[in-house]
């Protein structure tokens, strides 16, 4: 069946660090791949997707790339702050109910 | 806009009891889902529903019930509550099938089962 692999938290960083969060896929056809992110108390929100190869999702200075060849949907942003610490998720769609990761929690450390 | 609701927020049961969540979304979406969310485990899906009187088993099912008898509300009950049930459920609903549709996600409701 589908499945998504994402790295293994915690990860710690100090502020205006390089973030990569890997993330990789297993799904026939073509899915279309999302990161949620969930700030500490709150529910999941969406915060970047990709429905096609080769599509670049982006929002709030973070960007994933969707890789049919290496079926992968890293994460990254080139400086973090503070208010970025929160648990990540990335998740894969086949016109199915979303399957998701296992979360990377991030902290970032003024 | 008050977009998707879940109550109670936090809720404390004994082992055996029954307990319903609900969830309240105000967008008239088509799929609601139920998950739970667990340390070690991410998120796992324990109901979907397509449509009104239209619901299907997700990959933990088992100790829950679901209903959806008005397109907005999607209860979940879990019969006779057991210490394995204590987790953060999270409810959220998205317009179409189609992938790539955003899914919404409620607040979520903690609950502890003693």
């Known amino acids: 069946g589908d499945s998504v692999t994402q790295m293994e938290g915690p990860v710690t960083l100090s502020e205006e660090a390089f973030l990569t969060i890997n993330c990789t896929y297993t799904?026939?056809?073509?899915?279309?791949l999302f990161w949620y992110v969930q700030y500490p108390g709150e529910g999941l929100q969406l915060l970047l997707k990709a429905t096609k190869a080769d599509d670049k999702g982006s929002n709030k200075g973070f960007e994933a790339t969707y890789r049919k060849e290496t079926t992968s949907f890293h994460l990254e942003k080139g400086s973090v702050q503070v208010s970025d610490s929160a648990v990540y998720f990335c998740?894969?769609?086949?016109?199915?109910?979303?399957?998701f990761g296992k979360g990377t929690r991030l902290s970032v450390i003024a | 806009d008050a977009g998707i609701t879940q109550s109670p927020r936090y809720k404390i049961t004994e082992t055996g009891r029954q307990v319903t969540l609900m969830c309240h979304q105000t967008w008239s979406h088509s799929y609601m889902f139920w998950y739970r969310q667990d340390l070690g485990h991410g998120l796992r899906l324990i109901y979907y529903s397509a449509a009104a009187d239209i619901t299907d088993k997700g990959e933990v099912p088992d100790g829950y019930v679901v209903s959806r008898s008005k397109t907005e509300n999607f209860p979940l009950t879990l019969e006779s509550a057991t210490r394995s049930q204590t987790s953060v459920y999270f409810c959220?609903?998205?317009?179409?099938?189609?992938?790539?549709?955003?899914?919404?996600f409620g607040p979520g409701t903690r609950l502890t089962v003693l």
């Open positions: 799904a026939t056809g073509y899915p279309s």
């Open positions: 959220a609903s998205n317009f179409d099938r189609q992938h790539g549709d955003t899914q919404y």
């Open positions: 998740a894969l769609s086949r016109n199915t109910p979303l399957v």
